[in-house]
């Protein structure tokens, strides 16, 4: 019980954090971890190089890593 507690904890930390991104960057990590599209597939359809989408992966998941924190600090500063 305590792991799905803290898998659900950390699945609400990351959507929070994904609603801070803006909508374009938001959707890009959902299509690419959520909905499981192959980068090659999501730069044909965006009609870029595959080393473009993973260059905007890169730097969104760089963003996500510091909303994360911040959204984590701030959830800890409200429960202690």
């Given at each position: 019980i305590g792991s799905r507690l803290v898998q659900e904890m950390y699945r609400r930390y990351l959507e929070?954090?994904?609603?801070?991104?803006?909508?374009?960057?938001?959707?890009?990590?959902?299509?690419?971890?959520?909905?499981?599209?192959?980068?090659?597939?999501?730069?044909?359809?965006?009609?870029?190089?595959e080393g473009t989408i993973r260059y905007h992966r890169n730097r969104i998941i760089a963003k996500l890593k510091i909303i994360l924190e911040d959204v984590m600090h701030l959830s800890r500063d409200i429960l202690f």
């Open positions: 929070e954090a994904l609603s801070w991104l803006p909508s374009e960057d938001a959707r890009l990590i959902k299509a690419i971890y959520f909905d499981c599209i192959p980068m090659t597939k999501i730069a044909k359809m965006c009609g870029v190089t």
